[in-house]
């Protein structure tokens, strides 16, 4: 059985604390990657239409025999389907490429303030129709500003279950993880280890050493001791393991307190900056 913790969405959906994402992941490599992380453990996987390996995840799951009910699927909404008619039809390609009649979450994968005239108030509401039929059993949003979370409260009647935005030593993120904290919006934590960058920070090797851990246990348990929600990366199986291997050690305030002070602000994302980012693949 797993260590790993649940967290109870305001929708009352619970969704493990700790997941395995595979952006990046070549789907010729995923079907393999996500057998590896669901033998060691993991019972939630995180994809998005714009990864291209949805297919790969649903065989995944199929092949390793366990049941669909025993894992928690997010997906997201590409950035070229916002307009209702073309979201409904990326959903249905979402459930027929995972070969399930329904996902844990869905996601709009980013805002896109400067595409669609700002509209991402109509793609909420057809993900809330998702969400009312039951295919999509809970509904949230990625990558949201303070701003665009304040008009989806004014204008819709459905708070976003989650939201996942970029957060990890180097952009703590603070100001939009303190909006859903108090709007009780779950953070989820993307690039949790920055994609590696913060591993070689003395700070963390530091505290690494002296808790007899490596540097991404130690910024892993800093997310998870902060309440957030991650799904580390990786292709190689071991750190696939050492991912997973967070439940037997704790951090102390001043450890968290001084890895949160290596905060960038700005300057620390690794990723876009939502309110700018208008990408829409070809
Ligand atoms: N919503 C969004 O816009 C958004 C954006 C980005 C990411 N995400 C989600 O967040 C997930 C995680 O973010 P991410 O993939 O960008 O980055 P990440 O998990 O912060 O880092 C992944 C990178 O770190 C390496 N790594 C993993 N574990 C390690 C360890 N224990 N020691 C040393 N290196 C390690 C991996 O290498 P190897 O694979 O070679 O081992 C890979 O290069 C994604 O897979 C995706 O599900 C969402």
Known sequence: MSAVPTVTL??????????????????????????????????????????????????????????????????????????????????????????????????????????????????????????????????????????????LAAETDTVPAVNQIEVHPYLTNEAVRAYCIEHRIHVEAWSPIAQGQVLNDQVIIDIAQRVNRTPAQVVLRWHLQRGDIVFPKSTTPSRVQENFELFDFELTDADLATIAGLDRGENGRTGPNPDAFDYIPG
């Open 10 to 151: 305001r929708d009352g959906a619970s969704i493990p604390q700790l997941g395995f994402g595979v952006f990046q992941i070549k789907p010729a490599d995923t079907e393999k990657a996500v057998i590896t992380a669901l033998e060691v453990g993991y019972r939630h996987l995180d994809t998005a239409q714009m990864y291209g390996n949805e297919k790969e995840v649903g065989d995944a799951i199929r092949a390793s025999g366990l049941g669909r009910e025993q894992v928690f699927v997010t997906s997201k909404l590409n950035n070229g389907f916002h307009r209702p008619d073309d979201a409904r039809r990326a959903f249905e390609g979402t459930l027929a490429a995972l070969g399930s009649d329904y996902v844990d979450l869905f996601l709009i994968h980013w805002p896109l303030p400067t595409r669609y005239d700002g509209d991402f108030v109509s793609t909420w509401r057809t993900l809330e129709e998702f969400n009312a039929d039951g295919r999509a059993r809970s509904i949230g949003v990625s990558n949201f500003q303070i701003a665009h979370l304040e008009r």
